[in-house]
């Protein structure tokens, strides 16, 4: 259990059976009335977010949330196969689990993956991945970097929007969470 002066950014809470992570907090002392805490609360398990205040002081039941380093392996028919560094266990999280960065991952990967009692929550990419471009269409004459993109198919299979100017067999530096390009690497 933990108050609500207890509350940091990426705690755990359970309510209604669910986990809810804590995205952003904020302590208000209104001049009038008693003192409260605004939260903005994101589901663990669907991303739904949603706004909730407590009152100052409410004790909210915590789940302790592990989180590991682990490298991903392969796949297995819809399943990721990833190995604790530590134990060496193998585990398999399911494509709904590993959600959209899964067209980011390459075989030995680092990336941390959140576990309660035993079941994996979620995977977390790291934020920037490097990728070779696998195939573009050529730029063309008076093709300008601040000019247009073009789709790109990385070694993932993955299509991302580039500059012009990338070529083919070009390793590129890639945001994980929303697939922009950042630059070349």
Same mark, same amino acid.
């Not at 609500?4 to 209604?16: E, H, P, Q, S, Y």
């Not at 100052?56 to 682990?70: L, P």
């Not at 970097?145 to 993932?156: F, N, Q, R, W, Y």
């Given at each position: 259990?933990?108050?609500?002066?207890?509350?940091?950014?990426?705690?755990?809470?359970?309510?209604?059976?669910?986990?809810?992570?804590?995205?952003?907090?904020?302590?208000?002392?209104?001049?009038?009335?008693?003192?409260?805490?605004?939260?903005?609360?994101?589901?663990?398990?669907?991303?739904?977010?949603?706004?909730?205040?407590?009152?100052?002081?409410?004790?909210?039941?915590?789940?302790?949330?592990?989180?590991?380093?682990?490298?991903?392996?392969?796949?297995?028919?819809?399943?990721?196969?990833?190995?604790?560094?530590?134990?060496?266990?193998?585990?398999?999280?399911?494509?709904? #689990?590993? $959600? %959209?960065?899964?067209?980011? !991952?390459?075989?030995?990967? &680092? *990336? =941390? /993956?959140?576990?309660?009692?035993?079941?994996?929550?979620?995977?977390?990419?790291?934020?920037?991945?490097?990728?070779?471009?696998?195939?573009?269409?050529?730029?063309?004459?008076?093709?300008?970097? #601040?000019? $247009? %993109?073009?789709?790109?198919? !990385?070694?993932?299979?993955? &299509? *991302? =929007? /580039?500059?012009?100017?990338?070529?083919?067999?070009?390793?590129?530096?890639?945001?994980?969470?929303?697939?922009?390009?950042?630059?070349?690497?």
């Amino acid at each position: 259990m933990a108050t609500t002066a207890d509350f940091k950014n990426g705690l755990v809470l359970k309510m209604d059976s669910q986990l809810w992570q804590i995205i952003e907090f904020q302590h208000v002392k209104p001049g009038k009335g008693p003192a409260f805490v605004r939260t903005k609360l994101k589901n663990v398990l669907s991303g739904k977010t949603v706004d909730k205040t407590f009152n100052a002081g409410v004790k909210v039941e915590t789940a302790t949330v592990d989180r590991r380093d682990m490298t991903y392996l392969y796949r297995d028919g819809a399943d990721y196969v990833f190995m604790d560094g530590e134990t060496y266990d193998q585990i398999h999280i399911s494509d709904a #689990t590993v $959600g %959209t960065g899964a067209r980011f !991952l390459l075989e030995n990967t &680092e *990336v =941390q /993956v959140a576990m309660h009692e035993g079941e994996p929550l979620y995977v977390e990419l790291p934020v920037t991945v490097e990728l070779l471009v696998q195939h573009t269409d050529p730029g063309l004459q008076g093709d300008r970097s #601040t000019g $247009g %993109t073009k789709p790109a198919v !990385l070694e993932t299979g993955a &299509e *991302v =929007q /580039v500059p012009l100017f990338i070529n083919t067999g070009e390793k590129l530096k890639i945001d994980s969470r929303d697939g922009n390009y950042l630059g070349r690497a």
